[in-house]
């Protein structure tokens, strides 16, 4: 399996798009990996995860290959990870070539979403087909088997994270969410395990959250608690990601500080093989 990561940023991406504070201010100037745009990731070739308003820069700066994605999950509504509008443009006229339907899965305020902006849940003119997925639900979707859990976020929606499985390897991707539930980890012993690579929240780094999001503190111990309870072993890789501007710290802070506990610290571009 791989995963690439194309969107590093929490919802104001950073440099935010209206701030112009000194961490915006200092990712402008030095550039390279402090810059990062909005949530988005790719296992292997084929499953998306989120479609951010980066979705289109992704594809022209960052080799984002959409025409060959044929499962996309969505975490939630928030703006940084579901541009619906999107959506549309998989069938002619807009695409000439995407011939497939892609299988498409996300909560019910998601739903509403793709209505508002394609007036269709799909069907086979339009590429693309919605399945609404509950927490501890599981999917399988061309080679992969999904499972949504269900997310600390958002109290207005049923935000949710998801495990990835392929074969005997399995991704748990865990953004926009506080610390694992005792539910999220029970769902977990019945899955895939120990888990290949987790991908866990960092939004606010220095600072601790847990209910929301979580800071460098709560990830690594969500990492310790997965080894404990054999959930993930030696060789589990361990990745934070989804940064905001307020946590404080630009890439070269968070990459040592992520390393002093076993983990990496994700940037735009990043692609992992696992
Ligand atoms: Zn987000
Ligand atoms: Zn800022
Ligand atoms: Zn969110």
Not at 24 to 51: F, H
Not at 166 to 171: G, M
Not at 208 to 217: C, N
Request: hydrophobic share 35%.
């Amino acid at each position: 399996m791989k995963i690439t990561y194309y969107g590093t940023a929490a919802g104001e991406a950073w440099p935010g798009v209206f701030c112009e504070c000194e961490l915006c201010r200092k990712a402008r100037e030095l550039g390279g990996k402090n810059i990062r745009t909005r949530s988005q990731a790719l296992i292997n070739d084929d499953l998306l995860l989120d479609l951010p308003p980066d979705n289109y820069l992704h594809t022209l700066y960052y080799g984002l290959e959409l025409g060959k994605v044929r499962t996309l999950l969505f975490t939630h509504s928030h703006s940084d990870h579901c541009y619906t509008a999107d959506l549309e443009l998989l069938r002619e006229p807009y695409s000439h070539t995407y011939t497939h339907n892609m299988q498409v899965y996300g909560n019910d305020a998601v739903e509403q979403k793709i209505k508002a902006s394609c007036r269709t849940l799909g069907g086979d003119r339009e590429r693309f087909s919605f399945h609404r997925i509950m927490p501890n639900e599981t999917a399988v979707s061309g080679p992969y088997t999904i499972t949504a859990l269900r997310a600390t976020h958002a109290k207005d929606e049923t935000c949710l994270f998801y495990h990835i499985a392929q074969d005997e390897k399995a991704i748990l991707y865990a953004h926009d969410t506080g610390a694992l539930t005792a539910e999220n980890l029970e769902t977990l012993t019945l899955l895939v395990t120990p888990l290949t690579l987790v991908s866990l929240d960092c939004t606010q780094q220095k600072i601790r959250d847990g209910k929301y999001h979580m800071g460098l503190a709560d990830a690594a111990e969500q990492k310790e608690m997965l080894l404990e309870r054999g959930l993930a072993d030696a060789r589990t890789i361990f990745v934070v990601n989804h940064f905001s501007h307020n946590g404080g710290m630009l890439h070269e802070e968070i990459s040592r500080e992520a390393e002093s506990r076993g983990m990496i610290a994700s940037y735009d571009g990043m692609c992992l093989s696992i």
